[in-house]
């Protein structure tokens, strides 16, 4: 069994919380971020059976500060 690492990015709509997966497309949603984060992982494991995606690179993420007027 292969095993690859993903993005995920967190936000809260009204009460649940939404979890997507921008390399895949993926997206779930959860009362908590622990089941948003599970239903991804497995949206995201189910997709990857049906339509894998080629090897690539490591990605990191990182954040910047920008000031403007």
């Given amino acids: 069994m292969k095993s690859r690492s993903f993005t995920v990015i967190l936000h809260k709509e009204d009460d649940m919380y939404i979890a997507e997966c921008p390399e895949v497309g993926t997206v779930d949603q959860g009362e ?3 089941q948003a984060i599970a239903g991804l992982r497995e949206a995201t ?3 990857m059976e049906e339509f894998p995606l080629p090897e690539t690179s490591p990605r990191f993420v990182t954040s910047i500060e920008v000031s403007y007027a």
Avoid: F, H, P, Q
């Fill in 32 to 34: 908590t971020i622990e």
């Fill in 45 to 47: 494991r189910l997709y």
